[in-house]
């Protein structure tokens, strides 16, 4: 991987970023993704942030190796630390936890403003980032799945609007598996959550007859609940 060519999931990241765009990377690592944004014509200039100095320091030679200085700035700092308000249109942040997203977005809430589209690539946890879409005004706009060297990802794109809008139908349901992705039910969304299912309830199999604690019974009944969301979203019939 480098700056002209992308992994398969960065490259699905890079092309929901809407031309012209001035955008900040956030966890850039070596800042292929702004330094291929700007050389595929996608956006006008950008950021590259990175918080530990391992990655930093490659930013920065990524940079300098291929002389975008000039259009590519790479800081340091924590999470959205890196900007200002009204400074960038497009904020890409990819390859983190659902948790470590969501933390991000809502710590750095005032350095939103001025942005119009937030691209999120949560390797887990993409229910956390959806919830806190959902809670902040930010509507989701567009969301894909896929498997790039046999690990599965989704990216989900939001612009600011109506947040409520993609939850209309199925809200829990949604909110889990995602509004567009269970409307499409690609393969690699079948896969994925078949394999969530087996899993789940393998568990609640072992909860079944282990001591009946609360911390069981209630972690049985979270899981029960979320079996009957997935299997009412894949079409599967209740045994």
């Not at 700092?77 to 983190?96: F, H, R």
Request: hydrophobic letters at 40%; a negative charge.
């Amino acid at each position: 991987m480098n700056e002209l060519k992308l992994s398969k999931r960065l490259e699905a990241v890079a092309s929901f970023i809407p031309k012209g765009s001035v955008l900040a990377d956030i966890g850039s690592d070596h800042a292929y993704l702004p330094c291929y944004a700007y050389l595929q014509g996608m956006i006008e200039k950008g950021i590259a942030g990175e918080v530990v100095e391992g990655p930093f320091q490659s930013a920065v030679q990524q940079v300098r190796k291929t002389e975008l200085d000039r259009v590519i700035e790479v800081r340091k700092g924590d999470g959205l630390e890196v900007i200002s308000p009204n400074e960038v249109s497009c904020i890409t942040i990819a390859g983190m936890g659902g948790s470590l997203i969501q933390s991000i977005l809502e710590k750095g809430k005032e350095k939103l403003e001025g942005v119009q589209t937030l691209i999120l690539q949560p390797n887990i946890g993409a229910k956390k980032v959806r919830e806190w879409l959902l809670a902040n005004g930010w509507q989701l706009i567009a969301e894909q799945i896929l498997l790039d060297d046999g690990r599965i990802y989704e990216i989900l794109v939001a612009e600011r609007g109506d947040s409520e809008k993609p939850y209309t139908f199925k809200k829990d349901a949604y909110l889990l598996v995602g509004p567009f992705l269970a409307k499409e039910k690609n393969d690699v969304f079948v896969q994925k959550w078949t394999h969530e299912l087996a899993h789940w309830k393998k568990i609640v199999a072992q909860l079944e007859v282990a001591a009946k604690t609360e911390a069981n019974e209630m972690k049985m009944k979270e899981l029960g609940e979320k079996i009957q969301l997935v299997e009412e979203v894949l079409g599967v019939e209740n045994s």
